[in-house]
């Protein structure tokens, strides 16, 4: 697995998380580096915590999602292990019996990397991989690693190698100590302060000149927006892998990149949508959200969800074939609760109807998500269900007002004609009267441009 940016890295070519062996290959053998990397063969394990220990842990279901994730970062799974805990081990996370349980089976299956899904301590990173003689990172890293991997754009970039640095930040002395044990075996004993130092300041000043970059990122990002004030923005949120690149292709021309994979999209992409004659709005397509998100991600990853947290609405997309498709919503409405005010416009869209047995599953999510949409994304008939629900999120937002509108201004008539239905019309003198449903937004920016245009109060 490597890093955002090589070119990049704070401790230049020859950067110690790099000396790592992090060479991955895809199980499938679509991998990046097929035939020159050792293929990574990582045991899962997962520790089921009461609920009070931050146990969001919900049993079989989330091995299988961190062995999806495995799988993304290009590792071969060899083998899982679980255990049911009241609280962790301090030193190791898991206790002595299943530690040799561990240990055995990374020995049976070949495997050196060993992937928690609990959030481990550097210390308790630093004890396992002692035992268990391979490496070992935890959910949050594997994540990270996910992203880097699939970081295409600079702003990507740039966002995902600082999430990484703050990651690894405190847990420099882990990586260094791993790093004598490979290279000489010198056992535990630290490196020499000084190198740690000068490391720690590298980092900080690449987190620093990273934060610099982003500042200038969410700047152009804002003039952008400046540029189409006024129009009417959805945003397609949810879970990873729910089919908002999917949606987005079927209702633009933008031909974001569809995978079967975990945080195929990272960036934001940005069309205009056709709804009727004179209705369109932009719609944004941008990264997936997981259960238990890594928090530096979604901080690093501000420039980005500004997309999101500015849109007129959220288009709520859900995949229908999922294990538990409810527990993905409440997953996204949690990132989503730290981005939006709770009362965003939202339309929830039950995607892969086709993969479900639909009626049933209609039934159970019907009555607690009125309003909701239930389609296939990749049909048509789905797109376009889509479409209508959209349009009349638009339509509801439009109100209806009479204006007198002079002479004088009459250019401002065609303007309405363009941007809202002109329902009545008619001359009386100097004045024209005129009844038009349209945008709010738009009425204020008409009223700015031509101050002779009086509201008249509804009759
Ligand atoms: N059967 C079925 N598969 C679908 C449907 N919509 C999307 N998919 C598949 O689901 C997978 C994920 O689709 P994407 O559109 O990439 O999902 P996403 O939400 O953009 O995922 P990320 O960008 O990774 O967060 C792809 O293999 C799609 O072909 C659908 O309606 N039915
Ligand atoms: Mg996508």
């Known amino acids: 697995m490597r890093k955002a940016d090589k070119g990049n890295s704070p401790c230049g070519p020859d950067d110690r998380g790099e000396a790592q062996a992090r060479h991955v290959r895809r199980a499938d053998g679509r991998g990046p580096s097929a035939t020159a990397a050792p293929i990574e063969r990582a045991v899962l394990v997962g520790v089921h915590l009461p609920l009070r220990l931050g146990g969001d842990l919900g049993g079989a279901a989330d091995l299988e999602e961190l062995g999806r994730l495995a799988d993304t970062a290009g590792a071969v799974v060899t083998g899982q292990v679980e255990q049911r805990r009241d609280r962790p081990e301090p030193a190791t996370f898991v206790g002595k019996g299943k530690l040799a349980e561990l240990k055995a089976l990374v020995g049976s299956t070949s495997a050196n990397l060993v992937v928690f899904d609990n959030d481990l301590s550097p210390a308790q990173g630093r004890n396992l991989e002692r035992e268990l003689g391979a490496r070992v990172i935890d959910r949050t890293e594997l994540i990270l690693d996910i992203f880097a991997r699939h970081a295409r754009t600079r702003e990507a970039r740039v966002q995902v190698e600082l999430a990484q640095l703050?990651?690894?930040?405190?847990?420099?002395?882990?990586?260094?100590?791993?790093?004598?044990?490979?290279?000489?075996?010198?056992?535990?004993?630290?490196?020499?302060?000084?190198?740690?130092?000068?490391?720690?300041?590298?980092?900080?000043?690449?987190?620093?000149?990273?934060?610099?970059?982003?500042?200038e990122?969410?700047?152009?990002?804002?003039?952008?927006?400046?540029?189409?004030?006024?129009?009417?923005?959805?945003?397609?949120?949810?879970?990873?892998?729910?089919?908002?690149?999917?949606?987005?292709?079927?209702?633009?021309?933008?031909?974001?990149?569809?995978?079967?994979?975990?945080?195929?999209?990272?960036?934001?992409?940005?069309?205009?949508?056709?709804?009727?004659?004179?209705?369109?709005?932009?719609?944004?397509?941008?990264?997936?959200?997981?259960?238990?998100?890594?928090?530096?991600?979604?901080?690093?990853?501000?420039?980005?969800?500004?997309?999101?947290?500015?849109?007129?609405?959220?288009?709520?997309?859900?995949?229908?074939?999922?294990?538990?498709?409810?527990?993905?919503?409440?997953?996204?409405?949690?990132?989503?609760?730290?981005?939006?005010?709770?009362?965003?416009?939202?339309?929830?869209?039950?995607?892969?109807l086709d993969r479900v047995d639909a009626d049933e599953f209609r039934q159970r999510f019907a009555r607690r998500y009125t309003g909701a949409l239930f389609i296939s994304a990749r049909e048509p008939a789905g797109v376009e269900a889509a479409r209508a629900a959209i349009r009349r999120r638009v339509v509801a937002r439009e109100i209806i007002v009479r204006l007198l509108v002079p002479a004088a201004q009459g250019q401002a008539l065609a303007v309405f004609h363009r941007t809202g239905d002109v329902l009545e019309e008619t001359w009386d003198g100097p004045f024209c009267r005129v009844v038009v449903r349209l945008r709010a937004e738009e009425l204020r920016r008409l009223l700015a441009r031509h101050p002779g245009i009086r509201r008249e109060a509804p009759q």
């Open 166 to 215: 703050q990651y690894a930040l405190p847990r420099l002395t882990r990586l260094w100590s791993h790093l004598e044990r490979q290279a000489g075996g010198i056992g535990t004993r630290g490196p020499g302060e000084t190198q740690l130092e000068t490391d720690r300041r590298l980092i900080s000043r690449r987190i620093a000149q990273l934060k610099r970059e982003l500042v």
């Open 217 to 352: 990122v969410g700047r152009d990002r804002r003039v952008q927006r400046h540029g189409r004030r006024g129009e009417f923005t959805a945003a397609l949120v949810g879970y990873t892998n729910a089919g908002k690149s999917t949606l987005m292709n079927g209702l633009t021309e933008a031909g974001v990149p569809v995978e079967d994979r975990l945080f195929a999209t990272l960036d934001a992409t940005t069309r205009r949508v056709e709804l009727d004659a004179r209705r369109r709005f932009l719609l944004t397509d941008t990264v997936g959200f997981i259960r238990r998100l890594p928090h530096h991600l979604v901080e690093s990853f501000q420039a980005t969800l500004q997309e999101v947290a500015d849109a007129d609405l959220l288009v709520h997309v859900v995949d229908a074939a999922s294990p538990d498709p409810q527990r993905q919503i409440d997953a996204v409405n949690r990132v989503l609760a730290d981005l939006v005010p709770e009362d965003r416009d939202t339309q929830i869209v039950f995607n892969k």
